[in-house]
């Protein structure tokens, strides 16, 4: 009985570690999306057609509050649909350069 305690009990601690980890990582990972994303976006609008760009920079916008407000997920939602308004998709943006 011992034996299986002290061969599964290691075994469940490294699966339980895994799922925190895992679990942790995109809350870690958001912030920069709040960050990165606006600049790229607008970057892409300023080459869009008119109406495609408005639409997009009213969608960071409101991506940008809910960066605000603590809403990383939601915001990274909205920045994607900007993406796809002009055209493209939020992962295949370049990211900005420092001028």
Do not use: H, W, Y
Not at 59 to 80: I, L, P, R, S, Y
């Amino acid at each position: 009985m011992n034996a299986r305690f002290f061969i599964a009990a290691p075994i469940a601690f490294a699966v339980s570690l895994a799922f925190i980890g895992a679990a942790a990582s995109p809350a870690m990972a958001a912030p920069a999306t709040c960050t990165i994303a606006p600049a790229q976006i607008r970057a892409a609008a300023a080459t869009a057609n008119p109406d495609a760009a408005r639409k997009a920079l009213l969608m960071v916008a409101t991506a940008e509050k809910m960066c605000e407000q603590g809403g990383t997920f939601d915001a990274g939602k909205k920045f994607a649909a900007a993406a796809k308004v002009l055209g493209t998709d939020l992962a295949s943006l370049p990211a900005p350069t420092a001028q």
